[in-house]
């Protein structure tokens, strides 16, 4: 759930805001939305539920690629993109 709050920035953090959300290509307030989340992770490391996910993630991309062999991935596409 939302809630707005109103925030007095002075002219380095709003130029900082403005930079990110450049940046990011969004808007100041979702600019500063991410810095505050990331800032905690980083103060605070990153919440459980979010770990376990990741690691979910992980363990499915390890899943996929089990067996495969990049080298011959890659000979393939060399020999494919040589008419190029």
Do not use: W
């Amino acid at each position: 759930m939302a809630h707005r709050t109103t925030l007095i920035l002075d002219q380095e953090a709003r130029t900082a805001a403005r930079e990110l959300a450049a940046a990011y290509r969004c808007s100041t307030s979702e600019a500063i939305r991410r810095a505050v989340i990331r800032h905690r992770d980083a103060v605070y490391g990153v919440p459980a539920a979010n770990r376990q996910q990741r690691k979910q993630a992980l363990k499915r991309l390890f899943e996929l690629f089990e067996g495969h062999d990049a080298a011959e991935e890659v000979r393939r596409l060399k020999a494919e993109d040589r008419g190029f």
